[in-house]
Nanobody
Framework: QVHLVSSGGGLVQAGGSLRLSCAAS????????MGWFRQAPGKEREFVAA????????YYADSVKGRFTISRDNAKNTAYLQMNSLKPEDTAVYYC????????????????WGQGTQVTVSS
């Protein structure tokens, strides 16, 4: 069992940066693939980034590649999403999630979800 709490969202101007955090409780945090998803109003939840249990392998949606960086600190039971060069189209509620599945880009494969944190990018 893993309980996830995400934080770090806010309002930022286009071109700015934010770092999201996802704090996990549970002894098996380092066994899970960690992912970040986002959902804008009226749209489906979409994959943003994922990170293997070791942090050595990372995966990104094309729309954020080169701007966002996912990482994790297993000693702190925390995953991060560093977001740079933010654009208005990045505005959404961002969710962290945990899975054992290798289908890291599919939200249906994730077992645990954080509550979401709002990111708003103004133009």
């Amino acid at each position: 069992q893993v309980h996830l709490v995400s934080s770090g969202g806010g309002l930022v101007q286009a071109g700015g940066s934010l770092r999201l955090s996802c704090a996990a409780s549970g002894r098996t945090f380092n066994s899970y693939i960690m992912g970040w998803f986002r959902q804008a109003p009226g749209k489906e939840r979409e994959f943003v980034a994922a990170c293997s249990w070791s942090g050595d392998n990372t995966y990104y949606a094309d729309s954020v590649k080169g701007r966002f960086t996912i990482s994790r600190d297993n000693a702190k039971n925390t995953a991060y999403l560093q977001m740079n060069s933010l654009k208005p189209e990045d505005t959404a509620v961002y969710y962290c999630a945990a899975t054992y599945s290798s289908y890291y880009s599919s939200p249906g494969r994730y077992d645990y979800w954080g509550q979401g944190t709002q990111v708003t990018v103004s133009s």
